[in-house]
């Protein structure tokens, strides 16, 4: 090669040369960003991971917190998607009719099943009062059959918590007591009450029946007297009174 041409191809190299260690340069500094970019989103995604973390372990926490205060009241939690009909029960809520939450599939039909036959038209009234907006708050009383087969009372209680655009519950939630030992407590009372209604009347009526025998002038009076009295006394009761007279051989019967 002459000189001329010798130098022309020693330029050419030192710019190749030159050319590849810029793009090698070029390379470098894209990597460096990258590598130093990707520290910047681990750095973001490791304190994402910590505030969801921190946020479950919350959830959580708040969750055994309500659990431990509806355990200690004695009631069961509930909550209803209205729209799919699934419902959630509390583990206690449904131990407290000796059911296992396998028993029962998670659906309000399930639990629907168990409301006893004559108290399913007292309930729907309230709970569709509630879904149209003209209570506050659902509350209804009724029994649900236990898997024992016997009945118990419970006091529920809900709200809707939410609502579509046109007003129609979606999710509902609420609470529901047993009150078994309080209905038996008022049906005894009632039954006491009644008792002593009974035994004020008869002693009235034995007053009654007592004031006019005094007035009597004759024994067919007085028997007359006192067969209206025993049958007011024992109204509604099996057997019958017999009075036999002095003058009358057929007895009279009450």
Request: negative net charge; glycine residues 8%.
């Amino acid at each position: 090669l002459q000189n001329s041409e010798l130098h022309t191809a020693m330029g050419i190299m030192t710019l190749l040369y030159l050319g590849g260690l810029l793009g090698i340069a070029a390379k470098m500094h894209r990597l460096i960003a990258d590598v130093l970019s990707l520290r910047v989103d681990n750095h973001a995604l490791v304190e994402e991971v910590g505030r969801r973390q921190r946020a479950e372990d919350g959830l959580r926490e708040s969750e055994a917190r309500l659990q431990r205060v509806l355990d200690g009241a004695n009631d069961g939690f509930w909550d209803w998607n209205v729209a799919t009909g699934a419902v959630l029960v509390s583990r206690h809520g449904i131990e407290m009719l000796g059911y296992q939450p396998d028993d029962l599939a998670p659906h309000i039909a399930s639990w629907e099943m168990l409301v006893h036959p004559d108290d399913r038209p007292l309930r729907r009234p309230a709970l569709a009062a509630h879904f149209a907006g003209e209570t506050p708050r659902y509350q209804a009383e009724y029994r649900l059959r236990a898997k024992a087969g016997d009945w118990r009372w419970v006091l529920v209680r809900g709200k809707v918590t939410a609502r579509d655009a046109t007003g129609q519950p979606l999710w509902m939630a609420g609470t529901y007591t047993d009150i078994t030992d309080r209905h038996l407590i008022e049906e005894a009372l009632c039954d006491t009450l009644v008792r002593m209604q009974r035994r004020a009347d008869q002693m009235s009526a034995l007053n009654r029946m007592n004031d006019l025998l005094l007035s009597c002038e004759t024994r067919e009076e007085a028997y007359q007297i006192i067969a209206r009295g025993a049958a007011q006394l024992f109204d509604g009761r099996p057997g019958g009174l017999a009075i036999r007279g002095d003058a009358s051989p057929d007895p009279l019967r009450v």
